[in-house]
């Protein structure tokens, strides 16, 4: 099972991002190409290549954007061993019965693949919309992006998770290894939406999906044989059951809370 790592880094600012990451845009660019003939992609699944394209905000340590580049350069852990840091959402979907959706990653997710994990985790991306500077725009974007993954992940249409219907909690900033080659270091935006809602997952992206109460989550991490989300876990075993307990009566003493918390 994959853990989080404390390995010390180099400060990533907007001063020296260039002279570290080449390949970072500080410009905010709207595309970066991921070719299917790309050495580091070799063997994955098409779909999952092309979506290894896709603009991811790249931040200083406070969260300030700094640049974009693509999410596989986001992905690689010789790059995150060097500091480079990026944004990042995760959705909790609890239905009218406070219920948790969680999803099984798909085997052909190219990072933490099989794995449970909350009911989204993605990227806002560096396009008109998703970005931010201060944390209110930052949290909106965040908002749109959760709206447009929960569409393309889960079939969940944006009509029955409005955006003024997220939560959002506090931000975490987390580094995570996969596999060796691919990881996770990001500033993730916690949100909470309760909503009943039609689910067509797709399987390119989630292989199941199941509700579950609290005690049922627990269960679920003691059983042998089942993987989790590195994020997924440091929430969980954090502030996640406490937040639920106040699900329907004292959630707001959680929200909008401005630290990050580094884990």
């Not at 990072?111 to 994990?117: A, I, L, N, S």
């Not at 998703?130 to 930052?138: K, M």
């Not at 949100?191 to 809602?197: G, M, N, T, Y």
Request: include cysteine; glycine fraction near 4%; aromatic fraction near 8%.
């Amino acid at each position: 099972m994959s853990s989080t790592t404390t390995t010390q880094t180099q400060t990533v600012t907007a001063e020296n991002v260039l002279r570290l990451f080449p390949e970072v845009n500080t410009s905010l660019a709207s595309s970066h190409n991921a070719s299917i003939d790309d050495n580091d992609l070799q063997g994955y699944d098409e779909e999952q290549i092309r979506l290894m394209e896709e603009v991811c905000i790249v931040l200083d340590e406070n969260d300030v954007p700094i640049g974009s580049a693509s999410k596989k350069v986001c992905h690689l852990m010789k790059n995150i061993d060097q500091g480079l840091l990026h944004r990042a959402f995760s959705v909790f979907l609890f239905d009218s019965k406070n219920r948790l959706l969680l999803q099984q990653r798909a085997t052909e997710k190219i990072t933490f693949p099989d794995m449970w994990t909350n009911t989204c985790c993605s990227h806002p991306l560096g396009v008109p919309g998703e970005t931010g500077a201060e944390l209110e725009a930052a949290v909106q974007g965040a908002r749109r992006a959760a709206q447009r993954k929960l569409d393309q992940e889960l079939g969940i249409q944006a009509a029955q998770v409005p955006l003024d219907r997220f939560q959002f909690l506090t931000r975490i900033h987390y580094k995570a290894p996969s596999d060796g080659k691919w990881g996770e270091h990001e500033i993730d935006y916690i949100l909470f939406i309760q909503a009943d809602v039609d689910v067509e997952a797709n399987p390119n992206e989630a292989q199941d999906t199941r509700y579950v109460t609290p005690q049922e989550l627990k269960e679920m991490f003691a059983q042998e044989g089942l993987k989790f989300t590195p994020w997924f876990k440091l929430i969980c075993h954090s502030m996640l059951f406490e937040w639920w307990d106040h699900l329907d009566d004292g959630l707001d003493q959680y929200l909008g809370e401005t630290q990050i918390r580094r884990m």
